[in-house]
């Protein structure tokens, strides 16, 4: 089998805390990377999800922005609720 080099570019503190990782399971760089190529491949893609975190989309930012300004300048009020409410609401 022919075997090929692969040069990638990763941050110094970030390769090192998963090599510490590899090193944890037993692997090498070398053989983790051929593990994920390989998972690529029987996957037919990343072998896991790739998505965004919804929190932090301009919707939502744009909204949280909205609530701290009103809270800020008073156009809505923190619910504050005893400890009995709350215990009322739960029973209900």
Same mark, same amino acid.
């Given at each position: ?19 510490? *990782?590899?090193?944890?399971? /037993? ?7 051929? *593990? ?7 996957? /037919? /893609? ?5 998505? *965004? ?14 609530? *701290? ?24």
């Amino acid at each position: 089998m022919k075997m090929a080099n692969v040069n990638v570019r990763v941050d110094d503190s970030l390769k090192q805390e998963a090599e510490h *990782i590899f090193a944890e399971l /037993g692997l090498s760089m070398s053989a983790a990377t051929n *593990i994920f190529y390989k998972q690529v491949v029987r996957c /037919g /893609g990343i072998p896991f999800d790739l998505r *965004i975190d919804p929190f932090y989309s301009a919707e939502n930012q744009a909204h949280l922005q909205k609530v *701290i300004h009103d809270y800020e300048t008073e156009k809505s009020k923190p619910v504050v609720k005893t400890m009995k409410e709350l215990e009322n609401m739960a029973n209900e």
